[in-house]
C-alpha cells in the first residue's frame, strides 16, 4: 500500500511538472511564431542535420528545440559514462546557444535505445509540451540502433500525439504537426527522397562556429576515434587552425547537399537562386503527420519567399 501510495505521488508531481512546462510553452505560443522540434540520436544529431535550418528559424524568432534522445555516454573511444555525458550535454548545450536555440538531453544509455511504450510516451509528451508544428528526426533506415529508433519512436508518436487519452497528462495537440525526415546516403528500403532543401549559406560560418563546441566529436573523433587520428587535427592551443580544419569539412559535407539536391533548392527558391547556393540541409516529408502543400511549406520555411 505504501509503495502505491509512493507511486501515485510520482505520477502527481510528474504530470504536475509537465502541465507547467506546457503553460510556459503555451504562454510563448501565442507570438505567431512557428515551433520547431528536431529529435537525434546522440548529441551531434540534430545539431548536425539541421543545425543550419534551426539557426535561420531562430533569426526570425521562431522557437526551435533540439533534443537528444540519449546522453552519448560511450561516444567516444577514450573516455565513457557520466562524465562523458555530462561533457557532451555541456557541448550541445553550448551549440545551441551559438545557434540561438533551446536544447535538452535525455538520460537514456547511448546504444541501448530500444522503441518501447516508455520512450513513445517521452517524445510524445516532449512534442506536446512544445507544441510543436514541425517535427524533425532520423528516417528509421540507419547503420547505428539509436538512429533507427530514434526514427521509429518519432513515426510512433505521430498520430499519438493528437489522442487526448494517451499520455493525458499533457494535452493533446489540436493539429497534426509536419513530421520530417532529416537527410542520409542509406538507400535500402528506399533512399532519402528530398521534398524540401533548404540555403543555409547566410548562416553557414554560425554553424560551423557553433560545432567548433562538439570538441568530443569533431575534433576528438567521437566513438570511432584513435590518437593517430587526433594527431591529424590542429591542437587546441591553435583555435584559428582548429575552425578552418572543420570548416573544410562543413564546405564538403555542406556543399555536397547542395549539389545533390539541386533540383530541390531550385524548386523553392526559383532556378536562378537556386543554382548559386553553396551550401545546404535537406528533408523529406514523413507521410504520418501533416501533408502540407506548397503554400504551406512556405510558410512554415519562410526563408523560401512567396512564389513557386
Known amino acids: 500500500m505504501r509503495h502505491c501510495k509512493l507511486l501515485f505521488t510520482m505520477a502527481m508531481m510528474l504530470s ?7 503553460a510556459e510553452n503555451k504562454e510563448e505560443s501565442g507570438d505567431g511564431k512557428l515551433r520547431i522540434i528536431c529529435f537525434g540520436a546522440h548529441p551531434d544529431d540534430a545539431e548536425y ?3 543550419g535550418t534551426a539557426a535561420l528559424w531562430a533569426k526570425q524568432g521562431h522557437h526551435v528545440k533540439l533534443v537528444s534522445v540519449t546522453n552519448g555516454d560511450i561516444g567516444h573511444w577514450q573516455m565513457a559514462g557520466g562524465a562523458l555525458a555530462k561533457r557532451r550535454i555541456a557541448e550541445s548545450a553550448e551549440v545551441a546557444k551559438r545557434l540561438g536555440v533551446t536544447s535538452q538531453v535525455l538520460d537514456i544509455h547511448d546504444g541501448e535505445l530500444m522503441p518501447t511504450l516508455e520512450n513513445r510516451r517521452t517524445i510524445t509528451r516532449l512534442i506536446r509540451e512544445w507544441e510543436a508544428d514541425i517535427v524533425i528526426a532520423h528516417r528509421p533506415w540507419d547503420y547505428h540502433p539509436d538512429h533507427r529508433y530514434v526514427g521509429v519512436l518519432v513515426q510512433d508518436a505521430a498520430f499519438m500525439v493528437t489522442v487526448p487519452f494517451f499520455c493525458p497528462d499533457v494535452p493533446a495537440l489540436k493539429k497534426n504537426p509536419l513530421f520530417l525526415y532529416s537527410s542520409d546516403r542509406f538507400k535500402k528500403p528506399y533512399p532519402f527522397d528530398p521534398d524540401i532543401a533548404v540555403a543555409i549559406d547566410d548562416v553557414f560560418e554560425q554553424k560551423v562556429d557553433a560545432l567548433m563546441a562538439l570538441e568530443s566529436q569533431t575534433f576528438e573523433g567521437g566513438a570511432l576515434g584513435n590518437a593517430e587520428k587526433m594527431a591529424d587535427v590542429p591542437p587546441a592551443s591553435q583555435p584559428e587552425l582548429r575552425r578552418e580544419w572543420l570548416r573544410k569539412r562543413w564546405d564538403q559535407r555542406a556543399g555536397g547537399e547542395s549539389r545533390q539536391y539541386r533540383q530541390a533548392l531550385s524548386r523553392w527558391y526559383g532556378p536562378e537562386r537556386g543554382e548559386q547556393v553553396k551550401y545546404a ?8 503527420g501533416l501533408q502540407p502543400s506548397n503554400e504551406e511549406i512556405r510558410k512554415m520555411f519562410p526563408f523560401f ?4
Do not use: M
Not at 504536475?16 to 506546457?22: F, R
Not at 535537406?282 to 507521410?287: K, P
Open 16 to 22: 504536475v511538472s509537465s502541465n507547467l512546462i506546457w
Open 49 to 51: 542535420k539541421s543545425g
Open 281 to 288: 540541409e535537406a528533408f523529406e516529408i514523413c507521410e504520418y
Open 305 to 308: 519567399g512567396t512564389s513557386d
